[in-house]
C-alpha cells in the first residue's frame, strides 16, 4: 500500500540574522550610555554617605572616649594615663586612634570608601599606619566645641611650614582638597558630632576659632 508523500513544509527559524545582532548591540549600546552615567553618580553618592558614616563614628568614638577621661580627648591626655599627649608633636596621627580601638568597631572605618589609592587596616596594632588613614586630626580640638573642628578628609591643599609635620589653622584660614578623593570636595567633622560637607574655600567661615589661637593638624 502506497502512502502519499507528504509536501515539505517550511520551518520557522528562531536564529538571529545579521540586521537582529546589529539592532540588539546598538540597543545594548545606547542602554549603557543612558545609565552608566547615573550609575556612576550613585556609586560616587553612596561613597560619600559611607565616608560621613565612618567620620561620624570617629567623632562618636572620641567623645565616648572622653566620658571616661574627664571630658578630654586623647591628644590632652598624658600618655601615662592611656592617651597621647606627647606623641602630638610627632605629627603622627595614627597613635590617636589606636588609644580609640575599644570605641571603634573595626579599623575599617579609617579609611574613606573613595580612598582609592589607600587600603585599609586589618588591625590596630601592627597594620596601622598613617598610610592607612583617610582622614587628619585637629590636635587642638576639644570636646563639648560645637563648632570646634575635629577631623577631615585627609586631601587637603594646606600645607605645612618648612621643618614642621603639623598644619597650622587660624581664623584667617579656610580648607581646600584636590580631587583625589571627592574632587575639589571634602567633609570635616566637628566636636559635637556633625559632619558635613564643603567645597573648597567654604569652610572657614563656620569653624570656630578665636583670633590669634592656633590649631593644629596632623595629616596623615
Not at 50 to 56: I, N, S
Not at 60 to 86: C, I, K, Y
Not at 128 to 141: E, G, I, P, R, V
Not at 169 to 179: L, N
Request: net charge neutral; hydrophobic share 40%.
Amino acid at each position: 500500500m502506497n502512502i502519499p508523500a507528504q509536501s515539505a513544509q517550511p520551518k520557522d527559524s528562531c536564529a538571529f540574522t545579521v540586521v537582529d545582532l546589529f539592532i540588539t548591540i546598538t540597543c545594548v549600546a545606547l542602554l549603557a550610555v543612558m545609565f552608566l552615567p547615573a550609575l556612576a553618580r550613585s556609586k560616587a553618592r553612596s561613597s560619600r554617605i559611607g565616608c560621613v558614616t565612618y567620620m561620624a563614628q570617629i567623632g562618636l568614638a572620641f567623645r565616648s572616649w572622653s566620658l571616661d577621661n574627664n571630658d578630654h580627648f586623647p591628644m590632652q591626655v598624658p600618655v601615662a594615663n592611656g592617651g597621647t599627649m606627647e606623641l602630638v608633636a610627632s605629627g603622627a596621627v595614627y597613635p590617636h586612634f589606636q588609644v580609640l580601638s575599644n570605641e571603634l568597631s573595626t579599623p575599617k572605618i579609617l579609611l574613606c570608601p573613595n580612598d582609592g589609592q589607600r587600603s585599609y587596616s586589618t588591625n590596630f596594632t601592627v597594620d596601622l599606619t598613617d598610610n592607612k588613614l583617610s582622614y587628619f586630626l585637629n590636635m587642638d580640638a576639644m570636646n563639648g566645641d560645637g563648632a570646634g573642628l575635629l577631623s577631615g578628609d585627609r586631601n587637603i591643599t594646606n600645607k605645612s611650614q618648612v621643618g614642621v609635620r603639623l598644619v597650622s589653622f587660624t581664623k584667617a584660614d579656610s580648607i581646600a582638597w584636590t580631587k583625589e578623593i571627592h574632587c575639589e570636595k571634602g567633609h570635616l567633622a566637628f566636636a559635637d558630632g556633625r559632619v558635613a560637607s564643603f567645597g573648597n574655600g567654604s569652610a572657614g567661615a563656620v569653624i570656630k576659632i578665636d583670633v590669634g589661637t592656633t590649631n593644629w593638624l596632623a595629616v596623615p
